[in-house]
């Protein structure tokens, strides 16, 4: 998706079209009144005053006739100075320019502005010339924003739009919007009965609700047993600590405004938790341990609460509760780059399993002129991230170096992935950790029996599973696989009179084979079950009439697909175990 910032052409005709819009709007409503229509990166907004008025979606259209007759017209773009007395007694009919020229600097004294026709504005463009330059824009949505973005004020109407140089440039990016509209998680989420929310509840607080919590449960069972079978042990952790935990651990200091506000219960003082590695220090330090019983891997599918802004939260992808991937790895410096080879083997092997294939990795290194940002140990920080590098070297992974953006403890790997539409998103992680070990006295007897300090590696696969199922559910626009769908095959009689009893025979056979099965005997046509049965995005659907009940076999559909196939019972019951078992991406034969 095209930055409109970035591009300094677009950023200035979007900048002039939200000027044409302003002219448009105040054309349409004299008594209009304008906040500020700034450049963002997917084209431009103006936020707007408009009294008692409302604009609705529908609106929109004749505000943009309006624009096409003002850009028509030819209007040069014409910038003036004025001194800050007269823009004062220029805007003085206007409070929302009156409050940006009273908070403006007191050193500028010369304040710029645009007029074109009959319309004027404070600016420090630039702009194009005329407004006939502006002939491909498309008003995309209307909704309310408080004035300032505070709460305690007034709700103005802000109105989005977006502008070309070109007709072919708009139709696709229109055409990108649509895209990215229909692999909306929010909307797929309803539409297939995923998650919820609620005010009540709170935002950034999803429900999963039965159809997203067998998505969930089945991405949990995935990876619970590659990490069994990788040797890493699972824990159950509270969801809160006091907050001497926090003040040991350092995130007190340091992550305190991204936590939920204390709660204190009789003498002690408790906060949910953000992160996990906390409690997995003390599981580490409940026991005393040798060299020989490193690495020690713990892991936990933990509920972890952290305060996003309101406006930042949405759907699962960005939400205040979550439920993390989480594990910590407890090594020997030797086994750094071994353990390290083994995090990134499981990401990678995860990413085939799921058909991920466009992703970047990131190397998050020290800078080493900076001695007070990192953790002072010349000697381990060089051989961390040597270890780091040969690793990913190995592997004949891409990645690129970040110097500067390590965490204070330890350099850091974050796999950034390009979903189907918008920005990457980061979804892995591996932190190396020297200093939490320290702070929580973490210790282990090596071969000369000497007390060690264990080396920590933070690792997150799925990242949380409330961003991974949001991400695969754009990815797949939710038609899921058949081992992930939440309903894998959806049985539909012809006719219940005739062929019912025969449905609920291949019911029973697929239930006791384990498969997640639906019978729709509603009194229903056949053409509205199987159009009920697509827009579920059932992978799915039997087709059981006649010929099927006389012959015993079943006739499917595969979903997205025009083709029906018949074959015998005991095949479709083979291939359908085989399908969920190997986790197949897509359900051919």
């Given at each position: 998706m095209l930055n409109m910032k970035e591009n300094e052409k677009l950023s200035m005709l979007n900048?002039?079209?939200?000027?044409?819009?302003?002219?448009?709007?105040?054309?349409?409503?004299?008594?209009?009144?304008?906040?500020?229509?700034?450049?963002?990166?997917?084209?431009?907004?103006?936020?707007?005053?408009?009294g008692d008025a409302v604009i609705k979606e529908e609106d929109l259209e004749s505000i943009e006739k309006e624009m096409k007759k003002c850009a028509k017209d030819g209007k040069k773009i014409v910038r003036h100075e004025i001194s800050k007395e007269e823009a004062l007694e220029q805007f003085k009919?206007?409070?929302?320019?009156?409050?940006?020229?009273?908070?403006?600097?007191?050193?500028e004294t010369v304040i710029s502005c645009y007029t074109q026709g009959d319309f004027t504005d404070l600016c420090r463009g630039p702009h194009v010339e005329t407004t006939k330059e502006l002939k491909y824009f498309k008003l995309?949505?209307?909704?309310?924003?408080?004035?300032?973005?505070?709460?305690?004020?007034?709700?103005?109407?802000?109105?989005?739009?977006?502008?070309?140089?070109?007709?072919?440039?708009?139709?696709?990016?229109?055409?990108?919007?649509?895209?990215?509209?229909?692999?909306?998680?929010?909307?797929?989420?309803?539409?297939?009965?995923?998650?919820?929310?609620?005010?009540?509840?709170?935002?950034?607080?999803?429900?999963?609700?039965?159809?997203?919590?067998?998505?969930?449960?089945?991405?949990?069972?995935?990876?619970y047993e590659k990490e069994r079978k990788l040797g890493y042990h699972h824990v159950y952790t509270p969801c809160v600590g006091t907050v001497d935990l926090y003040k040991t651990s350092g995130h007190w200091d340091h992550y305190k405004e991204n936590m939920f506000p204390s709660?204190?219960?009789d003498e002690e003082e408790f906060v949910l938790r953000p992160m996990n590695c906390p409690h997995h220090m003390l599981v580490y330090g409940n026991s005393l341990h040798s060299y020989r019983d490193l690495p020690i891997r713990i892991g936990e599918f933990a509920t972890d609460f952290r305060y996003e802004a309101s406006g930042a939260v949405k759907g699962l992808e960005r939400v205040r509760c979550m439920c993390q991937n989480d594990a910590h790895l407890f090594v020997t410096p030797e086994q750094i780059g071994e353990e390290f080879k083994k995090v990134v083997s499981l990401i990678l092997d995860v990413y085939h399993d799921f058909g991920i294939e466009n992703y970047s990795f990131r190397l998050s290194l020290r800078d080493k002129e900076d001695k007070e940002k990192y953790f002072d140990d010349d000697q381990m920080w060089d051989e961390a991230e040597n270890k780091l590098r040969e690793v990913l070297n190995e592997l004949g992974v891409d990645y690129f170096?970040?110097?500067?953006?390590?965490?204070?403890?330890?350099?850091?790997?974050?796999?950034?992935?390009?979903?189907?539409?918008?920005?990457?998103?980061?979804?892995?992680?591996?932190?190396?950790?020297?200093?939490?070990?320290?702070?929580?006295?973490?210790s282990y007897i090596d071969k000369d029996g000497s007390k060690q300090v264990p080396v920590v590696l933070h690792r997150a696969i799925f990242g949380t599973f409330d961003r991974f199922t949001a991400f695969i559910l754009e990815e797949t626009k939710g038609s899921l696989p058949a081992w992930l769908a939440p309903v894998q095959v959806n049985i539909i009689p012809v006719n219940n009179e005739y062929h019912l009893e025969y449905s609920k025979e291949?019911?029973?056979?697929?239930?006791?084979e384990g498969v997640r099965v639906e019978l729709d005997d509603?009194?229903?046509?056949?053409?509205?079950?199987?159009?009920?049965s697509q827009k579920r995005k059932i992978p799915f659907s039997l087709i059981l009439g006649n010929s099927e009940r006389d012959?015993?076999?079943?006739?499917?559909?595969?979903?997205?697909?025009?083709?029906?196939?018949?074959?015998?019972?005991?095949?479709?019951?083979?291939?359908?175990?085989?399908?969920?078992?190997?986790?197949?991406?897509?359900?051919?034969?």
């Open positions: 900048h002039s079209c939200a000027h044409l819009l302003a002219q448009a709007v105040k054309h349409l409503y004299p008594q209009a009144k304008f906040w500020v229509g700034p450049v963002i990166e997917e084209g431009f907004y103006y936020d707007i005053d408009l009919d206007d409070p929302y320019k009156i409050d940006l020229i009273s908070r403006m600097d007191e050193n995309l949505k209307v909704s309310g924003a408080y004035w300032k973005g505070d709460a305690k004020n007034k709700m103005l109407q802000r109105i989005y739009g977006v502008c070309f140089e070109t007709e072919e440039e708009l139709e696709k990016h229109l055409e990108m919007l649509e895209e990215a509209k229909q692999r909306d998680h929010r909307k797929i989420g309803k539409d297939l009965d995923i998650f919820m929310s609620h005010d009540l509840v709170g935002k950034g607080m999803p429900l999963w609700l039965p159809n997203g919590a067998l998505v969930r449960k089945q991405l949990e069972n995935y990876i709660m204190k219960v170096e970040a110097i500067g953006e390590a965490a204070f403890y330890g350099p850091k790997l974050d796999v950034e992935v390009k979903p189907a539409v918008g920005p990457e998103v980061t979804l892995s992680t591996c932190q190396l950790d020297f200093l939490l070990p320290r702070r929580f006295d973490l291949i019911f029973d056979l697929l239930e006791h509603r009194n229903e046509k056949l053409g509205y079950k199987m159009r009920e012959h015993q076999t079943i006739s499917y559909r595969i979903h997205g697909r025009e083709e029906t196939i018949t074959v015998s019972k005991g095949e479709f019951v083979t291939y359908i175990k085989d399908v969920i078992r190997t986790k197949k991406l897509n359900q051919d034969l």
